[in-house]
């Protein structure tokens, strides 16, 4: 595939914009090569601006659930621009996706919008901080939410780990706030607790994670957890940026049947505009200004086009058998990826969930952020590429999810498998 548009606007924009990208992520660091530029995206299909086409599994990270340009989204983000883009005053929108949002996921009573992913965990925390009087903050290594300097924090070796930020420029007096626990692991959650019980405001989790690739929680890792954090007077944060509306219209929470206290969402619900939100009790979300102390704003916060974008995503994804089909589309690439590395004696691991995919090259299982980082980086590598080549898009790192959408047929997952067949 020729991509000389591609190559000509990566040179201008890593003249104007760091790396040439708005995100790191997207410029293909990982894997090396130009990133590819897009123009336009039609279900399960993207093309890039020299005319090629691809299966996208990256829909946007996420939020395309739908797939590319779903025509009840395009139509009422349409009708919502030519209405206004924006009052910074209240709109009937913003009521409606509240309504949906509360009504879909069980422990949200009352929500919060904000602009991004990043928002919403941010302040979460502060609502954690503010509800509890306490101030230390408890992640997972891999864990990822948002480049909020608190949780911007990973942990080398060893259990807790008082914070050792990854990032530069993040204040140290803030990361050591910050205790890192290695996930999947109840036994050093336990011993956390006991080193620091009562200065601990909340845990912060993905139900599923997502951001060292796709790892779900051991069930009983996340009962143990909301037993041990409502036994100690800390509030619980399942940030379901990703699994929000996707693993289960409920999210992570209905799937498992484990409810936090704050819940942190974004993604899906603003239908591929910019969007977060967080959400939890009456009770809880009483402290946040106007009704209480604790302040958090935002000019285009509960903005109507993304409001409306959003509402529409949720509306599709509430009719029956949604989810019914998300799973099977997403167990059919799951099955037939490890029949094939079955047959080709491929070392790798599969790991799914509902909507979402990891495959990692050379391990034999994945629990948490130490066995994800035994994968084989440089296969993954040339597996990226060749799979390109095949006209299959993936996220151009092995760490990521590949995202599975709702426009993604039974002949893409096929010709996604053979693209795979041919590029091993
Ligand atoms: C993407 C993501 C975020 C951050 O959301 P942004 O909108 O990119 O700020 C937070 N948490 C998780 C789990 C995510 O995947």
């Given at each position: ?11 201008s ?22 990133p ?15 005319g ?13 659930i739908?797939g ?22 209240p709109?009937a ?6 309504r ?5 996921v069980?422990?949200?009573?009352m929500?919060?919008?904000?602009n ?6 941010m302040s ?7 509800a ?24 080398g ?21 910050t ?14 607790f ?8 909340c845990?912060?989790i993905?139900?599923i994670?997502g ?5 779900p ?8 957890l909301?037993r041990?954090?409502a ?14 509306f ?5 999210g ?6 484990v409810?936090p206290d ?9 239908g ?6 967080y ?11 106007p ?6 704003a935002?000019?285009?916060s509960g903005?109507p ?6 509402a529409a ?7 029956p058998?949604t989810y ?5 589309t ?11 590395f079955?047959?080709t004696?491929?070392p ?7 909507g ?6 050379g391990?034999d299982?994945?629990?948490d952020m ?8 440089q296969q993954?590598?040339s597996?990226f590429?060749?799979?390109?080549e ?10 990521e ?10 002949e ?13």
């Open positions: 595939m020729e991509n000389p548009t591609s190559q000509k606007l990566f040179d924009a890593t003249e104007l914009i760091p790396g040439g990208v708005n995100s790191p992520a997207r410029a293909w660091r990982s894997v090396g090569g130009t590819l530029f897009f123009e336009s995206g039609q279900g399960s299909r993207i093309n890039d601006v020299d090629n086409s691809y299966i996208d599994y990256v829909c946007s990270w996420g939020p395309l739908l590319h340009s779903h025509p009840d989204v395009v139509q009422a983000a349409q009708d919502a621009t030519a209405k206004g883009a924006s009052f910074g005053a709109t929108y913003e009521v409606e996706t509240a949906l949002v509360v009504d879909a069980p422990s949200i009573e929500v919060r919008f904000v991004s992913g990043t928002e919403a965990t979460a925390m502060r609502l954690a901080r503010a509890t009087g306490r101030n230390l903050i408890l992640k997972f290594d891999g864990g990822y939410h948002g480049h909020d300097d608190a949780l911007l924090v990973r942990a070796s060893g259990l807790a780990t008082s914070g050792i930020a990854d990032s530069a420029g993040v204040n140290p007096k803030l990361a050591e706030d205790i890192v626990a290695p996930y999947n692991d109840l036994e050093a959650i336990e011993q956390i006991d080193a620091h019980s009562e200065r601990i405001a845990v912060i993905e139900p994670a951001n060292m690739g796709v790892v929680a051991d069930p009983e890792f996340l009962t143990g909301r041990i954090t036994d100690e007077g800390c509030l619980l944060i399942f940030d379901e940026v990703i699994s929000g996707r693993a289960a219209f409920g992570a929470q209905e799937v498992y049947g409810y704050i819940t942190c969402l974004g993604k899906i619900i603003g591929g505009f910019p969007v977060g939100a959400g939890a009790s009456v009770e809880l979300m009483s402290h946040v200004a009704l209480g102390p604790m302040y958090q935002g000019t285009l903005n086009v993304a409001m409306a974008a959003g995503t949720i509306r599709h994804l509430a009719k058998d019914a089909r998300l799973a099977l997403t167990a059919q690439l799951a099955d037939g990826l490890r029949e094939i079955n047959e004696e491929t790798a691991t599969v790991n799914h969930a509902t979402m995919l990891t495959l990692f090259f391990v299982s994945v629990k130490t066995t994800a980082a035994n994968n084989d980086h993954f590598t597996f590429h060749k799979m390109l095949h006209g299959v898009y993936l996220p151009p790192s092995p760490y999810a590949w995202f599975i959408s709702l426009a993604h047929t039974s893409d997952i096929d010709a996604t498998l053979q693209a795979v067949r041919d590029s091993l």
